[in-house]
C-alpha cells in the first residue's frame, strides 16, 4: 500500500512540473524592441512588392468583404502619410481605449505572414501579426489625410 501511495504521490508531482513555465515566449507579450516593428515590416514587404491580399471584418456584423486589388494601394498611402510622432505609447489612457470593441479588422495576407489591423475609430489602430510575440503598434491617425484613413476606408468598402 505504501508503494502505491508513493507512487501516486511522485506520479502527481511530476505531472505538475509540466504545468510550470517560468516563461512561455507565447504567453509573455513584451514591449518591442523598435517602436513601429510590424508596421515596418508591412512597408518592407510592400516595398519587396511582395504580393498581398485586404480583407475587411465587420465586428459588428461578423462578414468579411474582400478588396479588391485596385483598392490595395490604401496600405501603402496610409504607411506613407505616418510618422513617428502617430506611434503611440501602451498608457493608461490607450488601454482604456484599446479596452473598447474594434469597428473593423483590416486583416492583410502575404504569402507567409498574415497581418491585422483592429481599426476602433477614425483615430486609433492597431497592428499585429496573426501570432506575434510583442505588443502590437497602436498608431493615432489623426494627422492622416481622410483619403488614406483606413476607418473611412473599411467603411467605404463595406457599403460597396
Same mark, same amino acid.
Given at each position: 500500500?505504501?508503494?502505491?501511495?508513493?507512487?501516486?504521490?511522485?506520479?502527481?508531482?511530476?505531472?505538475?512540473?509540466?504545468?510550470?513555465?517560468?516563461?512561455?515566449?507565447?504567453?509573455?507579450?513584451?514591449?518591442?524592441?523598435?517602436?513601429?516593428?510590424? *508596421?515596418? %515590416?508591412?512597408?518592407e514587404k510592400i516595398? #519587396? &512588392? $511582395? /504580393? +498581398?491580399? @485586404?480583407? !475587411?471584418f465587420d465586428t459588428?456584423?461578423?462578414?468579411?468583404?474582400?478588396?479588391?486589388?485596385?483598392d490595395n494601394i490604401?496600405?501603402?498611402?496610409?504607411?506613407?502619410?505616418?510618422?513617428?510622432?502617430?506611434?503611440?505609447?501602451? *498608457?493608461? %489612457?490607450?488601454?482604456?481605449?484599446?479596452? #473598447? &470593441? $474594434? /469597428? +473593423?479588422? @483590416?486583416? !492583410?495576407?502575404?504569402?507567409?505572414?498574415?497581418?491585422?489591423?483592429?481599426?476602433?475609430?477614425?483615430?486609433?489602430?492597431?497592428?499585429?501579426?496573426?501570432?506575434?510575440?510583442?505588443?502590437?503598434?497602436?498608431?493615432?491617425?489623426?494627422?492622416?489625410?481622410?483619403?488614406?484613413?483606413?476607418?473611412?476606408?473599411?467603411?467605404?468598402?463595406?457599403?460597396?
Open positions: 500500500m505504501k508503494k502505491i501511495t508513493l507512487f501516486l504521490i511522485c506520479l502527481l508531482s511530476l505531472s505538475f512540473v509540466g504545468c510550470i513555465n517560468i516563461n512561455p515566449k507565447y504567453l509573455e507579450f513584451k514591449s518591442q524592441p523598435e517602436v513601429g516593428l510590424y *508596421s515596418n %515590416e508591412i512597408i516595398k #519587396n &512588392k $511582395e /504580393e +498581398f491580399s @485586404l480583407e !475587411v459588428n456584423f461578423y462578414k468579411t468583404f474582400p478588396v479588391g486589388k485596385d490604401i496600405l501603402y498611402n496610409f504607411f506613407n502619410s505616418i510618422n513617428n510622432k502617430d506611434y503611440v505609447e501602451d *498608457s493608461r %489612457e490607450t488601454k482604456k481605449d484599446l479596452s #473598447n &470593441k $474594434e /469597428e +473593423f479588422r @483590416l486583416i !492583410v495576407k502575404f504569402k507567409e505572414d498574415k497581418y491585422i489591423i483592429n481599426v476602433f475609430d477614425s483615430e486609433l489602430i492597431t497592428i499585429h501579426p496573426w501570432d506575434g510575440n510583442y505588443s502590437p503598434d497602436i498608431i493615432n491617425m489623426k494627422n492622416v489625410p481622410l483619403g488614406y484613413n483606413l476607418y473611412d476606408f473599411c467603411d467605404y468598402i463595406r457599403k460597396d
